[in-house]
C-alpha cells in the first residue's frame, strides 16, 4: 500500500527535494504546507499517513504545530526535520510528540529509512 | 540530485530570501524590537543556511549559519541589542547577495566571505564588521 506523506517546510527548496527523494521510493507525497498553520490544516484535510515538519517555519513553529496535529490525532506520525544545532529544539518536539526526525542537509538514504520505519510502526 | 534544476531552485528562493531580509531590515534600522522582522530575518537566515548546505555552497551555509546564531540571540533578548548590530545583518546581507550573484554568473559554488566570518566569530565584531564596510 503506498505511503502517503504530507510535507511542511516553508522553503519550496527542501520541499522539492524531499518529494524528489521519497517519491521514488514508493511514497506519495499528497500535500505541501509552507506554514505551521497550513500544515494543520493539510493535516486535517489530508490525513496523511505521516507528515515531515520543518522546525523553523512563519506562522507556526513546527513544534506548535506537531502539538496541535497530535491533539487531532493522538496516532499522527510526525518526522521533525531539523537542521545542525537544533537538537534541544528536536528533543521538545519529541517530547510534544514526534515520532522521529530527519536531519538536514539530507541523506536520502537515512530520510527513506526514517520514514521507512514510521510507516511500518503501529498507530 | 539533479544540481542544475536545484540551483535554479535555489537562485529563484534565494533572491526572494535575500529582498524579504532587506525589507525586514530597514524597518529593524528604525526600531530594534520589532520582533515579526527579527523573526523573519532568522527564519530567512536558516533557510538560506539549509540550502546552502544542501547544494555544497559552503560560504552561504557558514555565513547564513553565523548571522542566524547571532538572530537567535538577539531573539531571545527581544531586541538587536547592538547599536551596530543592523549594520553587521547589512553587512552579511550584501555578501551574501555577492555569493547568490556569482552562482547565477558561474554556476560555481561561491568562495566564502572570509574577513566577514572572522569578524563574527570576534566577540568584538560588530566594530570590526563596520570597519569592513
Known amino acids: ?123 | 540530485m539533479d544540481i542544475a534544476k536545484y540551483r535554479t531552485l535555489f537562485l529563484e528562493e534565494a533572491t526572494e530570501h535575500l529582498a524579504e531580509i532587506g525589507q525586514a531590515l530597514l524597518t529593524l534600522e528604525k526600531d530594534p524590537r520589532a520582533s515579526a522582522e527579527i523573526d523573519t530575518v532568522f527564519r530567512l537566515m536558516h533557510s538560506m543556511k539549509g540550502m546552502g548546505a544542501s547544494l555544497g555552497y559552503d560560504a552561504v551555509s557558514a555565513l547564513a549559519h553565523r548571522l542566524e546564531d547571532r538572530l537567535g540571540a538577539w531573539r531571545k533578548g527581544g531586541r538587536i541589542d547592538d547599536a551596530e548590530g543592523v549594520a553587521v545583518l547589512f553587512r552579511g546581507l550584501e555578501s551574501l547577495e555577492r555569493m547568490v550573484a556569482i552562482v547565477r554568473e558561474t554556476g560555481e559554488p561561491p568562495p566564502p566571505d572570509a574577513a566577514l566570518l572572522a569578524a563574527l566569530d570576534d566577540p568584538e565584531s560588530p566594530k570590526k564588521v563596520r570597519r569592513l564596510s
Open chain 1, 1 to 123: 500500500m503506498t505511503v502517503r506523506v504530507l510535507v511542511a517546510d516553508d522553503a519550496r527548496f527542501m520541499r522539492q527535494l524531499i518529494r524528489d527523494i521519497i517519491e521514488p521510493e514508493g511514497f506519495e507525497v499528497v500535500g505541501e504546507a509552507a506554514d505551521g498553520r497550513a500544515a494543520v490544516e493539510e493535516f486535517s484535510r489530508l490525513q496523511p499517513d505521516i507528515v515531515t515538519m520543518d522546525i523553523v517555519m512563519p506562522k507556526r513553529s513546527g513544534i506548535d504545530a506537531v502539538k496541535e496535529i497530535l491533539a487531532l490525532d493522538p496516532t499522527a506520525k510526525v518526522a521533525m526535520v531539523s537542521a545542525l544545532g537544533q537538537e534541544s529544539l528536536v528533543t521538545e518536539a519529541l517530547q510534544a510528540g514526534a515520532s522521529d526526525y530527519i536531519v538536514k542537509p539530507f541523506k536520502p538514504d537515512a530520510v527513506i529509512e526514517t520514514l521507512r520505519k514510521l510507516a511500518e510502526k503501529a498507530p
